[in-house]
């Protein structure tokens, strides 16, 4: 039986108590902070696939429908943000990506150039896709509770970058969905253990990254 997160899963994580749902009044069916379809503890109406809009060229469309096999196949709703290909850094605001949420959905502004490795376009492509699923998916209590098991100051400005709860969310959701191992250096704790149980809490499945996979990380994890 899934266990309520606000409860259940808190006293799991300090204690090894496990919480019936039964016995939570008010409980709700889930076990994680997100999570697949509509069955997300913290869900906050997601935009429908109809009203998704990509304006990117050829090569951008490739990464993005890369991107989305990458949620899907991890059993994840694709947040199906807008998405734009921009050949100057003004749209990303001097950065290489950026996302701008709104209620009900956001944009993916992508400023990447000839430059870019591939590898580093997929990874950024996914940490932006992760600040979108995280704006779709979490509310304020899934932000709170985020921001204390990374032992951060806030979710987002004007705490420092690196310890900021949406960028770690955005990291993790990245880290879990690449399908190549790669190292996270940008935020801690980054071992692998910590990194599993940050995203298995965020989604509710396991993180797609060959550096998890067939290995009982989270049970470990959790001993």
Not at 1 to 27: H, I, K, N, Y
């Amino acid at each position: 039986m899934r266990r309520c997160v606000t409860t259940g899963l808190l006293l799991f994580l300090l204690f090894g108590v496990e919480v019936d749902l039964g016995a939570v009044p008010g409980g709700i069916d889930t076990g994680y902070l997100g999570g697949p379809a509509s069955r997300s503890t913290f869900l906050v109406e997601p935009i429908s696939a109809a009203r998704s809009l990509v304006r990117v060229d050829p090569e951008m469309a490739g990464y993005v429908a890369w991107a989305r096999s990458r949620f899907l196949a991890a059993g994840l709703s694709y947040p199906e943000p807008e998405v734009t290909a921009h050949d100057n850094m003004e749209a990303c605001r001097g950065r290489v990506a950026l996302f701008t949420g709104w209620e009900g959905g956001g944009r993916v502004a992508t400023c990447f150039d000839e430059g870019h490795r591939d590898r580093f376009v997929r990874r950024v492509l996914l940490h932006e896709l992760g600040h979108a699923w995280a704006h779709l998916y979490l509310d304020e209590n899934g932000r709170e509770f985020f921001v204390a098991l990374r032992g951060l100051d806030a979710w987002a400005e004007p705490a420092p970058w690196s310890q900021r709860g949406a960028e770690h969310a955005a990291e993790v959701m990245a880290w879990g969905l690449m399908d190549v191992e790669i190292l996270v250096v940008s935020v801690a704790p980054n071992d692998v253990a910590s990194l599993t149980v940050a995203f298995r809490t965020l989604t509710g499945v396991d993180a797609a990254n060959p550096a998890v996979a067939g290995r009982n990380l989270w049970i470990d994890a959790m001993v």
